[in-house]
Structure formats: structure tokens, C-alpha cells
């Protein structure tokens, strides 16, 4: 065991620890009445527990901290020492070591742990009330939360989040410490840092109590402080603050606004009523000083009844509740402030921005042509304009995804009864905002996959036990943010794919000859194929076989694509990429030949002018890019299906695109300006031409066509 | 290490004290990888023996053999050695009244078991502090 491994010593500790316990016992069980060797008893539970729980023993410390109790019942004479006591701390010894000797504990030694609890509460009552020890509950009920004086951060932190429930409370605290405060080594800033550290805080120094210069005793504390402080924790969480200078300073602690709203008179209270609120002056003192009309303040301090700083703290304490309740009061007005639209008139919103912005194109190229400064310095400002509106009618349109993952609760819970399945549903990443009609055309694809994973990915529970599985199955859906798109990841804890079985089904049916060599990657993506299904027996659950091949020109149409990852036995993995809205696509405008295409910006790593490219010695068909080989090949000869000689290709601009990690160059003739615009579709007629998913208005109202990255890339690769 | 608690640290010595091997080990692990210097003591006696001037920060546990922390600490602010020395306490929640006890022999700061690391690397640099002031 090396000197820096605590848990390694702390297992050879309580070894030793054990050995002595069960020693001591035995000698108690001789002579009951020797108060040593009860502590000593005790002080080795203690260690165990303390030492324990710092490393993680959870298990081990919850135990013995209730058998530890039973022993310090003994000692502080609570209770006696008897023989069924002894008899239980032997057990108790042997339950500790059988924990140590496997941190995974089966039922049985658990069940042995529970029963000698039980019979411990029933020989000392007063056990019942002692329980698993843990940090957090521990701040929450007992008040002195971790650290006391010494760190605030880590009493700061636990109160806010305990005590976050009751809604934010703040606080008058005046703070007068004694002369001889330094004395007793406290300082009294950083107590105020501590205060602060709690939450927003307005603090006033006093220094009235500040003597002339030649009678000041430069060890003594003269000065005392006004605290308002605004937090989530407990009374008691700040007193706490104070809990070691408590004989050393004067502390009074008022509660003066509470979270809540009914107590929420903008007003607050007046200075008179603060003052007598803090102890300063009687209602009475108030009362005729009121009487001689004028500032109130003024009087009291012309009386000698209170210092200018005194009146300035109640004056500041005023403004600052004041200012929290106004404060409150337009955060209750504005979370009010939303009101329900009808979807139809948000979608023409976007579709009308979306329009605009292709307007404007037209409007910007014909500023750009007339060489006019006064249009094009208008159009400009119309554009940054525009893309403000953009945004705004974006996020108008956007909703969090919750929506749709909700239904699938209810879906999980129908299916695994149907099927016998065990399944925990976990969703992750719920509030991740995708477009509202993006959300809509996922709804089949995504309960399409889910019916997969339950039906042909989650083993039945008996089948997963005998694979080492807990019985129950876990589906897992996240969503999170990717750049300008967003990630659903599918994941199952099932028994995976088998690639074998994948390879046959499409050797079988006709997709594959047999003698392929294919990655891993590429047999997945085969059951994304066109009428592939690699069960026979089609259940009514996933359907018939019309599957994944669906589910991805789904996806594709949206935009996305879809990637299936898998390891047998372990379980499935299904990423599904998705961009954030539909309407509006930033692309890369290129020409080949006479058409113009649009790339979209996201899948664009670089254009480069092919004549500074490096060509693979020996196939002509690869490019070097940053280290690697990069297949490419001509837009031109994929779109004529000309055979594509590469000799023409002197002048052409290479443009690296990468979709799903595959990397591909395209050959272009010529490389313009990046070109927002809205999509639209191609029709039904020529949906599934290969290469391009629709088609934009340029602004001079010709046509480009929107390329395919992700089919273009597949296509590329296989090549 | 870390360099929040590393830097520009000209390696203050920290005594710790406690019966449980393990305690020690974990406490020096993270005490010496935030750029202290590491004392041990194996109980209340030990501890004074080990005690000199140039000891920044002292952390006892409280159960102990032979003299325990609230003995330790009594013993500290009344000896002749280092007695304002700043002592973080560490105790488990079940020992409320310990808590009190110690306060009222002198101790700095009192950290509750289990705690993270950040939690005792916090208390033992602001109690330092408190003593530069």
C-alpha cells in the first residue's frame, strides 16, 4: 500500500480498528463496568464513521454511526452496558467487516446490517431518532451548517441552496463589536465578507464611537456597522456568521422584508418607524418631534437624541427596501407579461422575414451595381435591420423540446407492458429549444426509433440478468446545443447490433454482393437502406421493415442526418443532428458550369483554388488535406453524368465539406459570397433528386440549388 | 497544483492531529498539493510536543486517545508556544456540544465530516488570514 492511497490505509485502519473493538468487547463482557474501555469502544466507531464517510464509505458510516450512538448512550449514562449490548457490537464488528470486504453488498448481508439495527433501536428507544448521517440534511435542519467562522463560502453555499424554498429575506443586522474584539483574534471584515458572500448586501460603518486621536488604543475596536442583507438563507445561517465574536460584540438581527409579495407596500416603512424599529428612539420621542414640522431627522439629531449617521443608516435602510420591493414587484409584473399567439400567424411571420431577406438580396445587388453610396450605405443599414427582425421572429418560433419528449413517457410505459420489457425512460436536455415545426416533423422519425430500442434493442429482464444487466433497461434521450444545430442522442443499454446478422440480411437482400470490405460505421448506416429490416417477423410494434430507411430521408428532409453507433452486447447509440430552424439557411454561393448552387455554411471547412492542391501519387481521385487524404471529385461530371475527365480542372476552387465526420472535396468553377435565404422545396416531382434538397432565389431572381452535403459526402466516401 | 491555492504561498506549515492514519493521509494529500507544509501528530500530547512558532494553522480532529482536541486546544491557549495560533476543529455532526467546547477553549473554526477538499482548503487559508490581520 503506497503512502498516498487514504482508502487502501483506511481498509488496513479499520482492520486494526476492528480487531480492537472486538477485543475491548470481550474484555467488557468481564467487566461491564470500566468507563475506559466503553470510549474506547466508542472512539473506534468513531474513527471508522469519520474516516469513512470522508472516503466515500457511505454504506459503512450510515451503519455504524447508529451503533456508534448506542455506545455513547453507555458513556455519557444515558443508558447501561448489558450483555445483549456486547452481543450486538460483536455482530455489529462482523457487519463492518463484511461491508469493507465488498463495497457491492447482496441482500442478505444487508438484511443482517437492517436486523441488527432493529434490535439495537429496541434495546435503546432512544436510537429511533438517529439516522443516516449526510452533509446536506445535516446543514439544512441543524443550522451551524460545514464550516463556521473560518470559510463562509462553504456555509454560503449549502444555506442558499437548503434554503432556497423560502424565497429571498432581508435582514437588519447591527453589529457593535466590543473594544477588545481584536483581542480575541476575530476580524471583524472579514465577517462582513462572510455577510456578504450570503447574498447582496448594503453595509454602513459607524464612527461615532471613535475617540479623539491621543486617547485611541490602537488595539481596541471602535467601530460598529449596519448591515442590510438581502439572501436565501435562515436566520440562524447568519447568525452563524457570527458565532465565534458572539461574546465579543453586541448582535441584534432583524428580519425586515420577507420575500413574499403581500407585505410588498412600495412605501416600506417611514424613517420614524425605522428608528424605533432599530431601538434608537421611543414612539414617543418620535411623536413630538413630528410635531415641530420639520425634517424629522434633523430634529432628532439637533436633540441630541440620535448622530446624523445614525438617522443617514435608517434613511439608506428605507431607500434599499424600497428599492427590492420595486424591484420585486416588476418582476412579478413583467413574468405576467406574455400572451398566447395563434402558431399560424408566427409561421407566416417567418415566412415573411424569410421573404424579406430574399428581397433584400435583390435590393443589395442592384445598390452594389449602381455604384450609388447613398443606396448601398441604406441597404446595408436594412440589412443589419433585417437580420435584428430575423432573430427576433427566430426565437419567436422556437420551443423547448420538452414538448415532444414528454409524449414519450407515456409511449415507454405502454410499450414495455405490451412487451414485457423493464424500461426506465431518461430525458435529458428537455428546455433545449428547437423550431416549433422542426419539433413537429420529428415526432415519427424519433417514435419510430424509440419502438426500435424497446422492441429490438432492450433484451426482456430474464435475458439481461443473465447477461450481468440489472433487469431493468434504460432508454436514455438527450437533447443539447451543437453549433447551429441541435444533438438528439438515442441511447439504449440493449444488446446492440449485430453486424454479422446486418452483413447477411443485406448480402440477402440484394444491397451487397458479399465481397465488400465495410467498416463498422458503413454496416450500421446499411439498415438506414431502403428496404432493409433485419427481422422477419415484423411486429406490430416497430412495424414492417418500413423503418430506418424513413426515419433518415425524415431527417434528411429536415435538414439533419442520422448516425447509428453500436457496440454488441452493450447497447445502441443513435445520434440524430439537427439544424436549429428550417426557414433560413446561411449558404456558400458557387457556379458550376452556368448553375449556381448554394453550400450550406455549416458544412463548409475551407475552399481552396485546386491549382495549390497536392494530388495523390497514385490515385488521382484523393486530395492531401491539412495531413490526410480527402476523396473529391467534379460537380460538374456528377451533375452531367459525364464521365469527368479531371484535366479541365486547372481553374476550378476546391471546397472541403464535412457532414457526420465525413470529409469530401467538391470541384466548383467559381466561389462568391456567403447568401442567406430561405429554402424552398423542389416539389414533389423531383424531391429525391441525389445531390440537392431544394432550391433558393438569388437576387436577380435566377435560381440556385441548394446541394445535399450529407448525401454528396456518403457518396463521396464510397466512391 | 492548483494554483488559486498554490500561488505565491510561501509554504505555511499546517500541524494536523488526529488517531486515524487515513485522516492524515487524505488531510496532507490536500493540504501539500495547495502548497503547504504538512506536520502530523497522532493525538492531543503528540501534537503539543510538535507544536513550534512556526506552525500557520493547526487542525485536530476531536476524538482522541490520550488527550483529545478540546484538551489540545485548551492546552494550546494556555501554554507558551504559538498559543494565538489559529485551530480549525473537525468534528461530525453528532457532536454539537463538541463543537461548543471547543469553541469556548479557543478554537478558530470547526469543519463539519464528511467535507470536500475545497471546504477544508477554504477554512484553513481564511483562518490564516484572520491572524495576519
Redesign the interface.
Known sequence: MS?????A??R??AGELLDRLEAVLIRLEATPDAPELID?A??SL??I???G???GFDEL?SFT?IV??AF?LVRDGHAKISGSLIELGLQARDHIAAIMASPELDDQTRGDGERILEQLRAAYPALASESR?Q?SS?SAT?G???????????VGSDVATTGASGGETTFRIQFAPKAQL?RI???P??LLKELRELGETVIIGFTDRLPALDELDPEACYLRWDILLTTEAEENAVRDVF??VEDGAEIRIDEIDGGNLEDSDIDYKRIGEILVSRGLVTPEEIQLAVNEKRYLGDVLVEKGLLTSDQVNAALQEQQYVRGRRETRQRAAAESQQSIKVDTRKLDSLVNLVGEFVAEHATLAQIAAESGDGKLTSVSERLESLIREVRDVAMDLHMVPVEMLFSTFRRLVRDLSRELGKEVRLQLEGTDTELDKNVIERLRDPMLHIIRNSLDHGLEPPDERVRAGKPREGTLRVAASYSGAHVLIRVSDDGGGINRDAVWRKAVERGLLTGDEEMEPQEIYDLICAPGFSTTDTATNVSGRGVGMDVVRSNIEGLGGSIHIDSEEGHGTIINIRIPLTLAIVEGLLVRVSDQYYLVNLANVLECIDFSTVNRHSSDRQLVEYRGSLVPFFDLDSYFSADDGSDGSAVDKQLIVVSSDGRTVGLLVDEVYDTFQSVIKSLGKMYENVPGVSGAVILGDRRLALMLDVDRLTRNGVRH | MNPEWGEDRLAEKVLIVD?????R??ER?ILTQAGYEVVEASDGKDALSKLSADISVVVT?L???NMNGVELVEAIRAGDVNR?V?I?I?T???E?EK?RQG?EAGA????????EQH?LL??????S???R?
Open positions: 503512502a498516498s492511497d487514504p482508502p490505509t483506511f488496513e485502519e474506547e466508542f472512539r468513531h474513527t464513521k469519520g474516516s464517510s470522508m472516503l458510516a454511526h456508534e450512538a455513547a448521517p452533509a445535516v441543524a451551524p451548517a460545514s464550516v463556521a467562522i473560518g470559510s463562509a463560502d462553504a481584536f483574534g476575530a476580524n471584515i472579514l458565532i465565534f | 488517531d486515524s492514519v487515513s485522516m493521509q487524505m494529500m480532529d476524538n482522541m486517545p494565538s489559529p480549525l473537525l461530525t455532526e453528532s454539537s463543537k469553541k478558530t473554526a470547526w469543519l463539519t465530516k464528511p467535507f471546504q477554504k477554512a484553513v487559508r481564511k483562518i488570514e484572520k491572524v490581520f
